[in-house]
């Protein structure tokens, strides 16, 4: 099975995308920034053609049987925000709800069936215009039929089959979950009502076939990033002492709109001080003060595509000494990182480039005893040794980027990356301040609280994590987020600017969220 797999990701691989080049898009006028957006290909929709190449590769995957893909549900009001799973997008390109995509495959014969909302007047002047079967069939080449038809239409397919594909996993034992998604429901529903002696998962298969970007594919990223890139430099100029970190925040998913973006790929982090150091912090509204760091984990969805990129920043615009010291060694993993980072390196062989600079730095800085040295955990009901590293720096170092902002990126694979990955690289060091207040109570880790702790009062809260994005080519290892600046003194030049958004900024008004926090 996997020459044609390879095949059919050569065709994708293959893929173009219009050639024409844009100039460099300067900023407008008057902007204190002067970076200029780089030059990119005339923007096009992917093409419906290749959707149907990804899903002749799965079918490639599949034996005889009906493969069964679930869109996300329309949400339970519709002045809520609606968001199409990864895999029915990556499929079919349809953005609404309540489809249902159905692959029938008997031998060398495949039938393709698409089922979308039937066009309906009083609901489209609530929630938008719909597809309907005409214009489904339209964008996709699929029959389409709508989803009143589906019962009867899946029946007739299911009738006599024996597997029943899905790309959405259910329990190892096939067991009823009540928590379960409604895509595995309607799966588990589909297989009982029918009969259907076994169900198939083919969510690995297509994680394969994912893990390779079309060209098209890396120019819908290469865009995402691109505007995340300015958000990052918006939010740099804007950052001061004495603002609520949802001002930020609101700031960076502003511009992501500003620029076309659908929605943040992610819930965006915005975390001050303390916060600097809670990795996936979500609340973003503690008022930030001098001296401390600003993490700003965020990206862009563009026509679906995830980017992801973090910056730390000070907030008073100047790195203190303390601050310096963490951050290079953080920017030096990363780049440690690159340097390993080609078609055929792992993820793994990248991670291990990076901790070995984290852990020399740490122990530079004194945070800890030596590159191997341990601590007594608990572990497994006792104790145990665990790295001193993982106390400082506890998470991997990197991950895909696509229609998932974890996505499939080959790294983790044994053959690891190959010309078409997308993927981040995004080392950290977070001293909390109460990283030892709950190790065990052993002689050994008493001693060591007793020698570290001065060392932890004078980093405490400083939490620095550099993330970018990367694509592997025929060129080698491209940096896609160099607009968001990630050297010290590039950092400190750009905060230096003058921010227009703070231009109209009501301080009055943000201290308005002090009155009612209870914090």
Known sequence: MLAPRHALLLLLALSTVPAAAQRPIPAGRGSPDAYAVPATPAPAPIAREEFAR???ALVREMGDGVLVVMGSLEPDADYMAFAQNAPFRYLTGVNEPNAVLAISRRGQTV???????????AAEVWQGARLGAEGATRLTGIPARTTEEMEAALGGLLRGVRTL????????????????RPDQQFIQQLQRAHGVAQV???????FAIRQVKSPAELDMLRRSILITNLAHREAMRAVEPGMNEFEVHALIEATFRRYGAERPGFGSIVGSGPNSTTLHYRAADRYMQSGEMLVMDIGSSFNGYAADVTRTVPVNGRFSPEQRAIYEIVLAAQKAAEGEARAGA?????NQAATRVIADGLTRLGLIESPQ????CARGGGTGQCSQVGMFYMHGLGHGIGLDVHDPDGGGSPGGFVNGSAFTIEPGIYVRADALDYLPDTPRN???IARMRPLIERYRNIGVRIEDDYFITGRG???????????????????????LWNRERRPEMVEWYRGITPR
Not at 346 to 350: A, I, K, S, Y
Not at 373 to 376: G, K, N, P, Q, W
């Open 446 to 448: 008493r001693q060591l």
């Open 165 to 180: 594909y899905t790309v959405a996993p259910l329990s190892i034992d096939g067991s009823s979950n009540p928590f379960q």
């Open 346 to 350: 792992t993820m793994g062989r990248l």
């Open 54 to 56: 990804r899903r002749q």
């Open 111 to 121: 039938e393709e069936h698409l089922f979308v909302m039937p066009r309906e007047p």
């Open 477 to 499: 290892l491209e940096r896609v987020t160099a607009g968001a600046p990630r050297e010290i003194d590039e950092i400190e030049a750009l905060m230096a600017t003058e921010s």
């Open 373 to 376: 040295a341990t601590y007594d």
């Open 200 to 206: 198939k998962d083919l969510s690995g298969e297509l």
